[in-house]
């Protein structure tokens, strides 16, 4: 079956742009999580979704936000984008509940801020 | 918050060798993954251990829980093997998952031939 798929591969913005990334989880998946992945911080969890509703958030600030949609893909948007954020943001899927046998991550999403 | 040791650092084998990287965690856990990252950068599932042993091919895994440890075994090791290889935690927090994974900061795997 598919893997996690990571919309787009690589992206480059402007600080003060917003931007939105994309992930459909593994079929019958109905949870995505998203992290964070600098050379400074290492991986950094951000937010965990399960059908539709937000169960845990990391330690960051409200510019960056997610949701989920009834088929399980998710997005996670970061508005007035800071040189900061420049790092790979990966996504990963898994059951969410009974099950559960571990996260599968996509292949990542590289943005770079300019 | 869990906190996630790995070691050594970094590592450097001749091809054909052995290697056991080790993973302490602070707390009590309900999953603990081993994954591999690709030079693409992709995070590679290697191990879902909780507990107990696991072996797939030239890897191997263990996971004391009681005492907090895991170890990632690589026998015969080869030029494809290099990469970092990370350890993930999810803790448990009143029997139920926390949904996040505490990432260590990783064990840099260099394979020369």
């Known amino acids: 079956k598919a893997g996690v798929t990571q919309t787009p591969r690589y992206l480059i913005k402007t600080r003060g742009q917003q931007v939105t990334l994309s992930c459909s989880p593994i079929s019958g998946h109905r949870s995505v999580s998203w992290y964070q992945q600098t050379p400074g911080q290492g991986l950094q969890f951000l937010f965990e979704?399960?059908?539709?509703?937000?169960?845990n958030k990391g330690n960051f600030p409200g510019r960056f936000s997610g949701r989920q949609f009834s088929n399980s893909r998710s997005e996670m948007n970061v508005s007035t984008l800071e040189l900061g954020d420049s790092a790979l943001y990966l996504c990963?899927?898994?059951?969410?509940?009974?099950?559960?046998?571990?996260?599968?991550f996509g292949s990542g999403t590289r943005l770079t801020v300019v | 918050g869990i906190q996630v040791e790995q070691s050594p650092p970094d590592l450097i084998l001749q091809e054909g060798a052995n290697s056991t990287l080790r993973c302490n965690f602070s707390d009590s856990v309900n999953n603990l993954q081993w994954f591999h990252q690709n030079p693409w950068g992709q995070l590679i599932n290697l191990f879902y251990i909780p507990s107990g042993t696991k072996q797939n091919g030239r890897l191997s895994a263990t996971t004391v829980a009681t005492e907090r440890y895991s170890l990632l075994y690589i026998s015969s090791s080869q030029t494809t093997d290099s990469g970092v290889y990370f350890c993930?935690?999810?803790?448990?927090?009143?029997?139920?998952?926390?949904?996040?994974?505490?990432f260590g900061k990783g064990t840099k795997l260099s394979v020369i031939p």
């Open positions: 979704y399960f059908s539709e509703t937000q169960r």
């Open positions: 990963a899927s898994s059951l969410g509940d009974r099950g559960f046998s571990g996260y599968t």
């Open positions: 993930a935690v999810e803790p448990a927090y009143s029997g139920a998952g926390s949904y996040q994974l505490t």
